[in-house]
């Protein structure tokens, strides 16, 4: 969701983790101080009781300054990271928004981002039985093919570990 992204986003720019507590209390009152003490209307989407309790109990606090925390990302980075780390979901910038932000304008393609025409039923993708062994390498295999869609100048290099039954041809220069 466009939260872990907005988290990641930041993760990636301080090079260390946002929300390092210990246990969800610890991050719970991190995520706080980050954002600001949410008021009563802003927790709308908590369905935990006490989970909602604890929050509305934190000692009031302002959101933090991003560009102080956030020194070396510009005014584009820092209002996408602004809009993805809204902690009410409905304040918070959609997907197909954030893609089309002044920040990753060169990088939108409306083409290559088609939308789900319905919701995605997530029983199907937690339906599949793998050993993680297997996942590990489904994934380095679609993380390859992804690469030497890119770069297909090393597909004879690679090609046998996708297909397996390719073989393992080498070119050596002259």
């Known amino acids: 969701d466009v939260w872990s992204v907005g988290c990641i986003f930041a993760e990636m720019n301080k090079r260390k983790p946002l929300f390092p507590g ?11 101080k980050f954002t600001g003490t949410p008021t ?13 309790r604890f929050m509305e109990q934190l000692p009031p606090c302002n959101p933090v300054n991003l560009d102080h925390k956030f020194p070396d990302m510009g005014d584009d980075a820092l209002d996408l990271l602004d809009k993805m780390l809204q902690l009410d979901p409905s304040k918070r910038v959609s997907v197909e928004d954030a893609l089309k932000h002044p920040y990753l304008a060169t990088l939108h393609d409306p083409t290559l981002e088609p939308s789900a025409e319905g919701p995605v039923d997530l029983e199907d993708i937690e339906a599949v039985e793998m050993s993680s062994q297997d996942t590990k390498r489904n ?16 597909e004879a290099e690679f090609r046998h570990i996708i297909d397996p039954s390719a073989s393992r041809a080498r070119t050596v220069p002259p």
């Not at 246990?23 to 706080?32: F, H, P, S, V, W």
């Not at 009563?40 to 909602?52: D, Y």
């Not at 994934?139 to 090393?154: M, Y």
């Open 139 to 154: 994934l380095q295999k679609l993380l390859l093919t992804d690469i030497l869609h890119f770069h297909s100048e090393c």
């Open 22 to 32: 210990q246990d969800y209390i610890e991050q719970l009152k991190l995520i706080a």
């Open 40 to 52: 009563r209307e802003e927790l709308w989407f908590v369905s935990n009781p006490r989970a909602k």
